[in-house]
């Protein structure tokens, strides 16, 4: 029996580190879910200096922001999800750079010594007293992105069990590594599989959302996590149903780690 079938008919807010990782990690259940239930999107850094196009990324932080947000704004438009940016600076803004902003492992000391920590620990408790949701879904922190990490322990540590919370894979970077070297590391940190859910039928509109994000997304990161679906369909659905692209969601007892 399908556990996110519960799902229908609910309130869920999709928490997102930054514009973009929801479309990219589960675009295809945002499709499926937003004709039958209530999806409401919290974006925690909207601000940032980093863009892919050269052009855009020497336009300033100010402008760059600005992009990223209206992107953010269509892709909820075009599924009927209110959108809740708390306009917090990402690692780009904050003393971070393509180094270190990423860890090989979880880095307690990291969460610490950052002032943001604490912030996003109160804007997302402002929000989600605000918005009383049933489901809260959140990153696994795949890739240790310091910004995601950040996300992760606040969740974490406001889940209060008034709300389920389950977690997505990280994209692009959950599919930087095999699936059996992504499990391992999440079972190790006491995760276990909630679902996995077929996306063939919402693909198209996955893709079209991703390809709306131009100033973060080039056709490498769009084939990776079009292959990404496409490996968790093979190793998910290897019985009985024919499924072509999946997306998966984790469960953890949330004592963070």
Not at 4 to 25: Q, V
Not at 66 to 74: F, G, I, L, S
Not at 109 to 119: C, E, G, V, W
Not at 225 to 240: D, P, S, V, Y
Request: with cysteine.
């Amino acid at each position: 029996m399908s556990r996110i079938k519960d799902w229908y008919g609910k309130r869920l807010t999709l928490i997102a580190p930054h514009p973009d990782d929801i479309a990219y990690s589960i675009g295809g259940f945002v499709s499926q879910l937003a004709a039958v239930s209530t999806l409401e999107v919290v974006t925690v850094f909207t601000q940032s200096r980093w863009a892919l196009p050269k052009s855009l990324r020497n336009s300033g932080a100010a402008i760059i922001s600005e992009v990223r947000v209206k992107e953010e704004q269509t892709f909820c438009q075009n599924f009927k999800m209110k959108l809740y940016p708390l306009g917090l600076s990402d690692s780009s803004l904050s003393g971070y750079d393509d180094g270190n902003e990423r860890q090989l492992q979880f880095n307690q000391k990291q969460l610490t010594d950052d002032i943001r920590t604490s912030i996003v620990l109160e804007k997302l408790h402002q929000v989600l007293a605000e918005s009383n949701p049933d489901i809260v879904i959140a990153p696994a922190a795949i890739g240790h992105h310091i910004d995601h990490q950040i996300v992760h322990h606040a969740i974490c540590s406001l889940q209060n069990h008034q709300w389920q919370l389950a977690f997505y894979e990280d994209l692009p970077y959950a599919a930087e590594f095999t699936l059996d070297i992504l499990e391992k590391q999440l079972t190790e940190r006491k995760f276990r599989v909630l679902e996995a859910i077929g996306i063939d039928q919402t693909l198209a509109d996955k893709y079209a959302a991703l390809s709306h994000y131009a100033s973060q997304t080039d056709q490498e990161t769009i084939n990776a996590i079009i292959a990404h679906a496409q490996r968790l369909a093979q190793t998910c659905f290897h019985t009985g149903k024919t499924v072509h692209h999946a997306e998966r969601f984790w469960e953890k007892s949330c004592q963070y780690q």
